[in-house]
Every structure is written in structure tokens, then in C-alpha cells.
């Protein structure tokens, strides 16, 4: 018998968001991570804020702030504005950011503003600490066997933007406007010219990719599951990623349990300059980088290349790739769609955030805690 094509509403519902969501959804244990550090915290919330006898009107939540900004990341949301839609229509996303089915979505513009006090404030930064801290709690991290690398990040910002700081001959000059976007026998550098868009951007090409206006970003994982433990984002030149390594693993150094523990570090052939292995020895990391020997001598002394955990730092180093491969693909952070470094690093910060929440919540399905 062929049911009829008809559609009757009901007045009132009897079901909560919390029906609609299944009990083995992904987000489910993703929801309860972010949840716990969200709770950790509410001082550094208390504190962004004025306080409620001093009246005013309420901002969003940030920790629904939050939440939303990860499920922006999660389902590859290209923008606020279609993020803002979707939370509209979507039961998950109220589920997850934690908006009832008749709440207000916030306009895109207000939503934009008052993320910029959690980067103000370094939330974002705070909040990442705390889902590593919670992987250290689980036995996920080693906190001992480290690798480092880096990876380019475009600029929001065109070629037609970077011109002469001095404001002499401009660039854009010429009513035609094919004339305004050759640079043909041009000499720029960044020493010379900045974008007018994204000043703190530099032109950088590496290898045989083309100059375009970059970031660099930097991820320390942990070798026990290419888990990231620090990331940081750089103005892009050819000393940023060994400069970045140093600051990242000498945090990772001063946070074990014990100056004699061995603490190792993995890393391409792009490390293996004599300054950086020195350095790596001096806070007493053995420096587990590729070594370089086209028509050089290596950095690496022949007894660490020769070592078993030398080849173990070679094999799990290449872990780190899949959080840049994810961050590029999924995280949407191939181009990346703010300005300005401090919101390029926070950005990238969030993205790593979210990409540990995934390998989190399979690590906790493949090797549940207690058993």
C-alpha cells in the first residue's frame, strides 16, 4: 500500500537534542574531552569578561564559542557565515556547540568579534594544553621521543598586494591592468616590499615550489602516536623552522619529570646544521635528525646515526606528516583565511587541537582505558 505524501507538524515536541544524536557518534567522546578542559578553564573565561554586577549585555558563551570554532574545523566549514546557516538547521552542531532547538543562532559578524577575545586572551592556546594534558593522563604521550617539522601556509593576501614599503615607485602604477600584475624584471624582496593586506606575510619559496606569500607552521608530535604536543606558527624565512624546533623541544625538555631523562628528537635533513644539533645537545636532547651528506659532512655524530632509536626517531617521525596532511585537507589550513601572524598561529593552534581530538577518540576506541 503506497503511503500518502503528506506532511502534518505536531505543536510540541517531547524530545530532547540529546535523542537525536547517536549513542556511538564520533563527536560524542570528542564533546566529553573538550568539555573537561573547557571546565578547567572558567577562570581564564571569568577573567575576559566584566563582571555581571557591572551589567552589560551578554556575550556568546565562549565555551560555546569554542566548540563551534572546533566543528568548523571538523566538518570543514569554509566560513563563519555558513557555519552560522548550518548551526541554523543542523541538530548536531546545536548538540555539539550546546544551543537548544529554539535558541537564537548568533549573526556572523558578532560571532567574529568575540572570537577575537579568545585570541586576545590565548583561550585557544590554553585550551590546547589541555587536551594534551589529557592525552599525558591517558598514556598516549611518551613525553620523551619527539619529532619536529614544518610546512608552508599560504597567505590571505595576492601578489598585487606587495609593494615597496618607501611607497616609491609603485607597483600598481599603469591605467592598464595586465600592466599592474606583471612584475617582469622587478626585484623584490621582503626587505624592500610587504603586502598591503597581510603585512606580517613574506614571500618564500622552497624547493621548487613558486614565491608566494607564506607563513611557516611548526608541530612538535610525540612519537608513542604522532600526537602533537606544541605548534606554532612563524613568519616564513630559511631559519624559521630550526629556531621554532629549538623553542619547542626546550619546553618539551624542561617539562619531564627528570633532567636525566633521555629525551630524543626526529627530524628531516632540513635540521642537520651544526648550530641546531649543538643546540639540541646543550639542553640535553639527543638530536635523532636525517642526515645530510650530498657533497657535505653531517652535522650528526656517526654514533647517534648507528644507535637503534635512531632508526625508531626515523620511522615514527614520518607520524607528524598526517597531522599536516589533515590540517590541510579537513582543517581547511592550506590557505588560511585570517590576516595577521597572531591570528595565523591561533588558527593553526585550534587546527592541531581538533586534529588530537580525532586521533584521541580512536586511540580511546582501539584501547579503552582500564582493560
Request: aromatic share 8%; with cysteine.
Amino acid at each position: 500500500m503506497r503511503g500518502a505524501d503528506t506532511f502534518t507538524e505536531s505543536l510540541f515536541t517531547m524530545r530532547r537534542l540529546e535523542d537525536f544524536v547517536p549513542a556511538n557518534h564520533p563527536l560524542r567522546p570528542i564533546r566529553a574531552m573538550v568539555n573537561e578542559a573547557l571546565l578547567k578553564m572558567d577562570d581564564l573565561f571569568a577573567g575576559m569578561y566584566e563582571a555581571d554586577i557591572k551589567g552589560g549585555r551578554p556575550s556568546i558563551a565562549p565555551e560555546k564559542l569554542l566548540r563551534a570554532m572546533l566543528l568548523q574545523i571538523f566538518f570543514s566549514v569554509r566560513s563563519e557565515r555558513q557555519l552560522m546557516e548550518q548551526t541554523q538547521y543542523n541538530l548536531l552542531f546545536r548538540w555539539f556547540i550546546g544551543l537548544a532547538m529554539d535558541d537564537a543562532v548568533w549573526v556572523p559578524s558578532v560571532f567574529t568579534k568575540n572570537r577575537e577575545r579568545l585570541i586576545e586572551h590565548d583561550a585557544i592556546i590554553e585550551l590546547f594544553n589541555h587536551i594534551v594534558e589529557t592525552a599525558g593522563r591517558k598514556g598516549w604521550l611518551s613525553g620523551e621521543h619527539f619529532s619536529v617539522d614544518g610546512t608552508l601556509i599560504q597567505a590571505w593576501a595576492s601578489h598585487r598586494s606587495f609593494v615597496r614599503k618607501d611607497g616609491s615607485g609603485d607597483d600598481d602604477a599603469g591605467n592598464n591592468k595586465a600592466d599592474s600584475t606583471s612584475f617582469k624584471g622587478q626585484t623584490r624582496s621582503n626587505e624592500t616590499h610587504a603586502s598591503r593586506t597581510d603585512g606580517d606575510a613574506r614571500l618564500y619559496r622552497k624547493g621548487k615550489t613558486a614565491s608566494e606569500l607564506r607563513y611557516m607552521g611548526h608541530t612538535l608530535s610525540d612519537n608513542r602516536h604522532g600526537l602533537i604536543a606544541n605548534a606554532m606558527v612563524t613568519q616564513a624565512d630559511g631559519f624559521a623552522e630550526r629556531e621554532a624546533a629549538k623553542v619547542m623541544i626546550r619546553d618539551a625538555r624542561q617539562a619531564t619529570a627528570s633532567p636525566d631523562t633521555e629525551v630524543t628528537l626526529g627530524a628531516d635533513k632540513g635540521y642537520d646544521a651544526q648550530e641546531f644539533v649543538q643546540a639540541c645537545q646543550d639542553m640535553g636532547v639527543i638530536p635523532h635528525v636525517a642526515q645530510n651528506t650530498s657533497g657535505r659532512r653531517s652535522a650528526v655524530p656517526d654514533a647517534i646515526a648507528a644507535s637503534e632509536g635512531y632508526a625508531l626517531s626515523q620511522r615514527k617521525r614520518k607520524l607528524i606528516e598526517q597531522g599536516f596532511g589533515w590540517a590541510k585537507t579537513v582543517g581547511g589550513i592550506r590557505q588560511v583565511m585570517v590576516r595577521g601572524l597572531k591570528r595565523v598561529d591561533h588558527l593553526f593552534v585550534l587546527t592541531m587541537t581538533a586534529y588530537n581530538l580525532t586521533r584521541m577518540r580512536s586511540l580511546g576506541q582501539i584501547r579503552p582505558q582500564g582493560l
